[in-house]
């Protein structure tokens, strides 16, 4: 479209207390050559935005610069639609961090609205994506447990057309075996009712179930997903718009115990999950005769919170193993029941049931470390009793239940890419033995996805994709899990995981049908736009993309499946060849923003600082210092990404040749305890700046003016000093000796 600027600056909030704002109409209009440049006191307010729709109206103004607060605020109150738009942080980054009136502060001003004016003249207006194809509204739930179940029952009370596909022959998953459960407030224990959900679900017209199925196929991306359902050896095909997967969980397994929990040693030493599929809520008897149960011991955390097994707990043992006790007393009120345990967790209402169960004459252990002893037959369990302070042995023992924990089904291993799985493939042709670890694979959805057939299993297996931020997110756009695929939890639990696991693909959907990102930069309309006739097929693109977004074709070309994108730009800053880019977020946009930084004369002794921050944590964290009125080195720009593994090496270059002194690189702590909302996106910016000391060599600079800080947004009060450390040691360095260049 044809561009009519316009640019406003705000003077409350002491901008105009702090900064010549006659100067910066100048640089607007005189420098840059905006026709209209405007101030208001109070441009937030109703007759501020007035303003300024007064202008689109008689002046066709379809271009704006807001010079005003952080755009992490009045967000809504400055959209205007068909229209583009850039604010100009003079707020938190530049009166609330540096002093009124001084000179810096202005020059620091200024050359935000310059960088704003080449960031506009370079942004065009975003075109929401639209297939050739329909886009579904659907939803597939895989898994036909209670999570899946009451998934599945409450997308359709949400309006949407369901597939529910379940891999046993039975809908329920373990939850049908379980005979006895607890409900709270407890009433005593109650017969499970999951037949109940099973039947609501199979009589709702909206929900198509398949039973003994799988996923045989999951191709494109979200409301444009196709995937093919295998069912007696018959094929059904379906567009979907959003899965939800809750394939559940599966028992830790056993023999993989320490011998001394005795479990194999003695057939009366069995496993929680053992006990519900033996007993149900039929006659509790001796495994190894049938014999008549009169002593039990129940053990803790058997192989849980052990770094050596599962070093997570699973939240749900101990009160199944006090039911379980429960069960016992109810069938003989005599019996001797123990539980030793490490800590006893029953939260919230739960607590009530173990009241119940010390009450029904269930005696507790507290031991850290107990032993089960197989001897002629006979059972017994030595614990060192942590409240008496002496050791305990619980003799003649009819049966022991040791409390093992829950394992996603997700626990098959890494993912695995297409070269891999072509390599592993070839070694089995040439019988060359591959390691059973590396072969097993979750069997899921298998993904036509160049990044591996299925979700990526992250810590202990659970492929939550940022468990802070997102839950039921997985890395892959418009998967969703949810109950104990996702993390251990209970029957009340699942229901509301379910619930929301729900709600997130029903937000997927509506976003994507209108062409919008949907997390974290939900309502993005810009997606990536690829210049083929430059590819060099380098794969850069489709291997560092941390969420599948990109395949490839048989000549190794990239294929973008939009709908799979977050828009986080890892992508373009990957691309050697910079054939990626958005509608107004580009490396060229950036390097002109570059470029428009005034730099000094070397005899001004004002150095220029570069600073590239992520928008999720590093430039909240800055804008959190100025609310803070906390103040740093009047040297610094900023320029914040959608997420630091968009920067392209080409900005660094180009900064520097143009006299720029330092770069500093503002990014999310990564490792196992990530925080970036994309995943890779700081591990990924901090390998390409290993790559730096070619740059810098090749130019003569020391490689110390380029740095990697990681910061999270409540590590405000690090960013004076982050900034004022670098700003000295650039001063100790000295001048970029391209100034003037």
Same mark, same amino acid.
């Given at each position: 479209?044809?561009?009519?600027?316009?640019?406003?600056?705000?003077?409350?909030?002491?901008?105009?207390?702090?900064?010549?704002?006659?100067?910066?109409?100048?640089?607007?209009?005189?420098?840059?050559?905006?026709?209209?440049?405007?101030?208001?006191?109070?441009?937030?307010?109703?007759?501020? @935005?007035?303003?300024?729709?007064?202008?689109?109206?008689?002046?066709? /103004?379809?271009?704006?610069?807001?010079?005003?607060?952080?755009?992490?605020?009045?967000?809504?109150?400055?959209?205007?639609?068909?229209?583009? @738009?850039?604010?100009?942080?003079?707020?938190?980054?530049?009166?609330?961090?540096?002093?009124?009136?001084?000179?810096?502060?202005?020059?620091?001003?200024?050359?935000?609205?310059?960088?704003?004016?080449?960031?506009?003249?370079?942004?065009?207006?975003?075109?929401?994506?639209?297939?050739?194809?329909?886009?579904?509204?659907?939803?597939?739930?895989?898994?036909?447990?209670?999570?899946?179940?009451?998934?599945?029952?409450?997308?359709?009370?949400?309006?949407?057309?369901?597939?529910?596909?379940?891999?046993?022959?039975?809908?329920?998953?373990?939850?049908?075996?379980?005979?006895?459960?607890?409900?709270?407030?407890?009433?005593?224990?109650?017969?499970?009712?999951?037949?109940?959900?099973?039947?609501?679900?199979?009589?709702?017209?909206?929900?198509?179930?398949?039973?003994?199925?799988?996923?045989?196929?999951?191709?494109?991306?979200?409301?444009?997903?196709?995937?093919?359902?295998?069912?007696?050896?018959?094929?059904?095909?379906?567009?979907?718009?959003?899965?939800?997967?809750?394939?559940?969980?599966?028992?830790?397994?056993?023999?993989?115990?320490?011998?001394?929990?005795?479990?194999?040693?003695?057939?009366?030493?069995?496993?929680?999950?053992?006990?519900?599929?033996?007993?149900?809520?039929?006659?509790?008897?001796?495994?190894?005769?049938?014999?008549? /149960?009169?002593?039990?011991?129940? =053990?803790?955390?058997?192989?849980?919170?052990?770094?050596?097994?599962?070093?997570?707990?699973?939240?749900?043992?101990?009160?199944?193993?006090?039911?379980?006790?429960?069960?016992?007393?109810?069938?003989?009120?005599?019996?001797?029941?123990?539980?030793?345990?490490?800590?006893?967790?029953?939260?919230?209402?739960?607590?009530?049931?173990?009241?119940?169960?010390?009450?029904?004459?269930?005696?507790?252990?507290?031991?850290?470390?107990?032993?089960?002893?197989?001897?002629?037959?006979?059972?017994?369990?030595?614990?060192?009793?942590?409240? =008496?302070?002496?050791?305990?042995?619980?003799?003649?023992?009819?049966?022991?239940?040791?409390?093992?924990?829950? @394992?996603?089904?997700?626990?098959?291993?890494?993912?695995?890419?297409?070269?891999?799985?072509?390599?592993?493939?070839?070694?089995?042709?040439?019988?060359?033995?591959?390691?059973?670890?590396?072969?097993?694979?979750?069997?899921?959805?298998?993904?036509?996805?160049?990044?591996?057939?299925?979700?990526?299993?992250?810590?202990?297996?659970?492929?939550?994709?940022?468990?802070?931020?997102?839950?039921?997110?997985?890395?892959?756009?418009?998967?969703?899990?949810?109950?104990?695929?996702?993390?251990?939890?209970? /029957?009340?639990?699942?229901?509301?995981?379910?619930?929301?696991?729900?709600?997130?693909?029903?937000?997927?959907?509506?976003?994507?049908?209108?062409?919008?990102?949907?997390?974290?930069?939900?309502?993005?309309?810009?997606?990536?736009?690829?210049?083929?006739?430059?590819?060099?097929?380098?794969?850069?693109?489709?291997?560092?993309?941390?969420?599948?977004?990109?395949?490839?074709?048989?000549?190794?070309?990239?294929?973008?499946?939009?709908?799979?994108?977050?828009?986080?730009?890892?992508?373009?800053?990957?691309?050697?060849?910079?054939?990626?880019?958005?509608?107004?977020?580009?490396?060229?946009?950036?390097?002109?923003?570059?470029?428009?930084?005034?730099?000094?004369?070397?005899?001004?002794?004002?150095?220029?600082?570069?600073?590239?921050?992520?928008?999720?944590?590093?430039?909240?964290?800055?804008?959190?210092?100025?609310?803070?009125?906390?103040?740093?080195?009047?040297?610094?720009?900023?320029?914040?990404?959608?997420?630091?593994?968009?920067?392209?090496?080409?900005?660094?270059?180009?900064?520097?040749?143009?006299?720029?002194?330092?770069?500093?690189?503002?990014?999310?702590?990564?490792?196992?305890?990530?925080?970036?909302?994309?995943?890779?996106?700081?591990?990924?910016?901090?390998?390409?700046?290993?790559?730096?000391?070619?740059?810098?060599?090749?130019?003569?600079?020391?490689?110390?003016?380029?740095?990697?800080?990681? /910061?999270?947004?409540?590590?405000?009060?690090?960013?004076?000093?982050?900034?004022?450390?670098?700003?000295?040691?650039?001063?100790?360095?000295?001048?970029?000796?391209?100034?003037?260049?």
């Amino acid at each position: 479209m044809e561009k009519k600027l316009a640019a406003y600056i705000c003077t409350g909030c002491g901008i105009g207390d702090a900064l010549d704002i006659e100067q910066l109409g100048k640089v607007v209009t005189e420098e840059s050559g905006i026709p209209i440049c405007k101030t208001h006191p109070n441009l937030c307010s109703e007759e501020g @935005v007035g303003l300024i729709k007064e202008d689109m109206n008689s002046e066709g /103004v379809n271009s704006i610069i807001i010079a005003a607060c952080s755009p992490r605020v009045m967000y809504d109150v400055f959209s205007f639609e068909g229209c583009i @738009v850039d604010r100009v942080n003079l707020r938190e980054q530049v009166v609330w961090t540096h002093p009124p009136g001084d000179e810096d502060t202005q020059m620091m001003a200024e050359d935000y609205l310059r960088m704003s004016v080449a960031k506009v003249n370079d942004m065009e207006l975003p075109e929401p994506f639209k297939p050739e194809e329909e886009f579904s509204g659907d939803i597939l739930v895989v898994g036909g447990g209670i999570t899946g179940l009451t998934a599945a029952l409450e997308a359709a009370k949400a309006g949407r057309n369901v597939v529910l596909v379940e891999k046993e022959a039975q809908l329920g998953g373990f939850q049908a075996k379980v005979g006895k459960i607890a409900t709270f407030p407890y009433q005593g224990l109650q017969e499970n009712d999951i037949q109940q959900l099973i039947d609501e679900v199979a009589n709702n017209d909206k929900i198509t179930v398949y039973t003994g199925a799988q996923v045989e196929k999951t191709a494109g991306g979200p409301c444009l997903f196709t995937v093919t359902i295998k069912q007696n050896g018959s094929t059904a095909e379906h567009r979907i718009g959003a899965i939800v997967v809750a394939a559940g969980w599966q028992p830790y397994d056993p023999e993989k115990l320490d011998e001394k929990l005795g479990f194999g040693a003695s057939p009366n030493v069995i496993t929680n999950h053992m006990f519900e599929e033996k007993f149900g809520s039929g006659q509790i008897s001796r495994p190894s005769d049938g014999g008549e /149960v009169k002593n039990v011991a129940f =053990l803790q955390c058997a192989g849980q919170r052990d770094s050596n097994h599962l070093p997570y707990c699973s939240t749900v043992c101990c009160i199944t193993s006090v039911k379980q006790a429960l069960q016992i007393k109810e069938q003989d009120p005599d019996a001797g029941v123990f539980i030793v345990f490490k800590e006893m967790r029953t939260p919230g209402q739960a607590e009530d049931l173990y009241r119940k169960a010390q009450e029904a004459g269930v005696i507790f252990i507290r031991c850290q470390d107990p032993e089960v002893i197989a001897s002629d037959g006979k059972l017994s369990v030595e614990a060192q009793d942590e409240v =008496l302070g002496e050791k305990v042995i619980l003799e003649d023992l009819d049966l022991v239940v040791l409390a093992t924990g829950m @394992v996603p089904v997700t626990a098959f291993g890494p993912d695995i890419t297409q070269e891999e799985q072509e390599e592993e493939e070839k070694k089995k042709e040439e019988d060359i033995e591959v390691p059973l670890d590396v072969i097993r694979r979750s069997n899921i959805l298998n993904l036509d996805y160049r990044q591996g057939p299925e979700v990526p299993a992250l810590k202990y297996d659970f492929p939550d994709s940022h468990f802070i931020c997102f839950p039921y997110e997985s890395r892959r756009t418009g998967i969703y899990m949810a109950g104990c695929v996702r993390r251990p939890m209970g /029957v009340a639990f699942a229901g509301e995981d379910a619930a929301g696991a729900v709600m997130k693909a029903i937000q997927c959907i509506e976003l994507t049908t209108r062409g919008a990102a949907v997390h974290p930069r939900a309502g993005d309309l810009t997606f990536p736009e690829f210049q083929m006739q430059r590819c060099t097929q380098c794969k850069r693109c489709t291997v560092e993309c941390p969420f599948g977004a990109i395949n490839e074709d048989e000549e190794a070309n990239p294929l973008p499946q939009v709908t799979r994108c977050r828009r986080c730009g890892v992508c373009m800053g990957a691309c050697p060849e910079r054939i990626i880019s958005f509608k107004n977020y580009s490396v060229g946009m950036i390097g002109n923003m570059l470029k428009a930084i005034e730099v000094p004369e070397e005899d001004e002794e004002k150095p220029r600082i570069v600073v590239l921050a992520c928008e999720n944590d590093a430039y909240p964290a800055l804008d959190m210092a100025g609310i803070h009125r906390m103040k740093y080195n009047a040297w610094v720009r900023v320029v914040p990404m959608r997420c630091l593994g968009s920067m392209n090496l080409i900005w660094i270059a180009d900064a520097l040749s143009r006299g720029i002194d330092g770069i500093i690189l503002l990014g999310c702590k990564h490792g196992d305890d990530y925080q970036c909302h994309f995943i890779k996106g700081s591990e990924l910016a901090n390998i390409r700046l290993g790559k730096v000391s070619e740059t810098l060599d090749r130019l003569a600079l020391e490689s110390e003016r380029v740095r990697f800080e990681t /910061v999270s947004i409540i590590d405000y009060q690090r960013i004076p000093e982050i900034l004022d450390d670098f700003a000295n040691k650039i001063d100790e360095i000295g001048p970029n000796p391209f100034k003037g260049w």
